[in-house]
């Protein structure tokens, strides 16, 4: 190992179970010195993490499609970072790797570990594999064709509009042809929602009550809404069930409104309007489509390329400011995928 590189990794580790929202008692930044790598294993300076409402799952005990984090571990993040060392034939110190790991500085990756090389030339910032090159865009791209099937002339519905999925969401609707209303948090952001991501009609949530909200997508959507892209829940969703067309299609991506609520899950009460209109409900997880990635992700590039699709990055700096950055996701500060930026 050269002179001038650091020993040390800084951790941020889960040491407590959130209950509501996360608070900095829940975290510790520990600081240890690096591992030894053994055979078959490398490490990993992470470079960039990302921040995602999933987290929030993960830090609780609960039955979901991955174990909780364990106490005491760092909080599991997807990374992109270079190979720092390694004992591994298909990995060289130098690599730049993206994969399932850990707010940390250093990442041990073992052998079968979910870490897979990335080519750093396509990109301007190695960020970018964690938002227009990432999960973002194949959530909304796989979530919105293959659950919602949209068809040209439908309204497609959108909450969380504004934020990484949701706005990419927005912007794969249009360009199938669809109307789209967006639901976001406050004036700037749902002018964002025009302005940025070409929303036929934004709508703001914030202090409206189910019958307000409903009663504004009903003005939006007379005929009703085709499909409903749900990432929030709640009085959202709520509000959004009071006006399905005929056959609706809603993907239960995600309901952030509900993943610091002390009370736990609040639940849909509007579900019997699923009958009423032939609705389907679906859960959708972008874990399902990893086989189908290179042809999601070469879908989204071309788009990007061409101008047609926009995918916007938030960076914060710094893993001592891990805690504050990720509770960005939760007061709506992120103004797109939320990155923390690891190494200095
Ligand atoms: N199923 C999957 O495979 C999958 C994959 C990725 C993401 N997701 C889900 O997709 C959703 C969006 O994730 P993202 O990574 O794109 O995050 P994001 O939308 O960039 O950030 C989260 C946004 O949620 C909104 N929000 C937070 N708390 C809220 C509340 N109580 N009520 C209403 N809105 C609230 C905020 O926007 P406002 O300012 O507008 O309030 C915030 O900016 C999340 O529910 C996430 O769990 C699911």
């Not at 990374?79 to 850990?102: C, E, K, Y």
């Amino acid at each position: 190992m050269s002179e001038n590189l650091p020993i040390e990794n800084r951790r941020f580790l889960l040491i407590r179970r959130p209950h509501g929202n996360p608070v900095p008692d829940d975290f510790r930044l520990e600081t240890t010195p690096l591992p030894t790598v053994p055979a078959g294993a490398f490490l990993v300076r992470n470079h960039f993490a990302s921040l995602d409402p999933a987290q929030r799952g993960w830090m609780s005990d609960e039955p979901s499609y991955m174990p909780p984090i364990r106490l005491g571990d760092p909080v599991r993040a997807t990374t992109v970072g270079r190979v720092h060392s390694s004992a591994n034939a298909d990995f060289a110190p130098g690599d730049w790797v993206m994969g399932l790991n850990a707010l940390e500085d250093y990442s041990l990756v073992s052998p079968g570990g979910f870490t897979s090389k990335v080519d750093v030339t396509r990109v301007s910032s190695p960020s970018q594999f964690l938002s227009s090159l990432g999960a973002v865009g194949l959530t909304a791209y796989f979530g919105l064709l293959e659950v919602g099937v949209p068809k040209a002339g439908d309204t497609v519905l959108v909450s969380g509009a504004a934020g990484a999925v949701g706005s990419v969401v927005g912007q794969i609707a249009k360009l199938k042809g669809c109307r789209t209303i967006g639901i976001a948090g406050g004036a700037a952001k749902c002018k964002r929602l025009g302005d940025d991501y070409g929303f036929n009609v934004a709508i703001d949530y914030r202090a409206k009550s189910v019958q307000q909200l409903s009663a504004e997508i009903a003005a939006a959507a007379p005929g009703g809404v085709n499909i409903i892209f749900e990432n929030v829940g709640g009085d959202i969703l709520d509000a959004a069930l009071m006006n399905l067309a005929p056959r609706a299609r809603i993907i239960l991506c995600g309901l952030i409104s509900e993943y610091n609520n002390p009370a736990g899950h609040v639940g849909a009460r509007n579900l019997w309007q699923l009958i009423v209109h032939r609705a389907t409900m679906q859960g959708f997880l972008i874990m399902d489509y990893v086989p189908r990635f290179a042809e999601g992700g070469a879908q989204v590039a071309r788009w990007i390329a061409e101008g047609k699709l926009r995918i916007d990055e938030h960076i914060e700096e710094g893993l001592e400011n891990a805690y504050p950055a990720f509770m960005k996701l939760f007061s709506g500060a992120n103004e797109g995928k939320l990155v923390l930026k690891i190494a200095r």
